[in-house]
């Protein structure tokens, strides 16, 4: 079991910058890959960035390449997607979840919520 905190959401103007963060915990979390999601009010989920246990495999959404960063600390059992530029559609709640393998993210966070205002 992989236990997952986001935090770092809030309010912020259109070309601004946030950083979130998502805390791991559970058995061999750091061996995990490690994904962000987000959903937009009426829309469905939808992936934003995922990286591999070691950081050597990233892949964007292509809305957010470019202006968004996946970054991971194993030491901290702690992920981050630094999130510059930001635009209104940018708007959504931001969920952290992990993969054993890459494949089915099982293990989800509470979500995030974070608002671009134009």
């Known amino acids: 079991q992989v236990q997952l905190v986001e935090s770092g959401g809030g309010l912020v103007q259109a070309g601004g910058s946030l950083r979130l963060s998502c805390a791991a915990s559970g058995r061999a979390s750091s061996n995990y890959h490690m994904g962000w999601f987000r959903q937009a009010p009426g829309k469905e989920r939808e992936f934003v960035a995922t990286?591999?246990?070691?950081?050597?495999?990233?892949n964007y959404a292509n809305s957010v390449k470019g202006r968004f960063t996946i970054s991971r600390d194993n030491a901290k059992n702690t992920v981050y997607l630094q999130m510059n530029s930001l635009k209104p559609e940018d708007t959504a709640v931001y969920y952290c979840?992990?993969?054993?393998?890459?494949?089915?993210?099982?293990?989800w966070g509470q979500g995030t919520q974070v608002t671009v205002s134009s």
């Open positions: 990286m591999n246990w070691s950081g050597a495999v990233i």
């Open positions: 979840a992990a993969s054993r393998f890459g494949s089915n993210y099982n293990y």
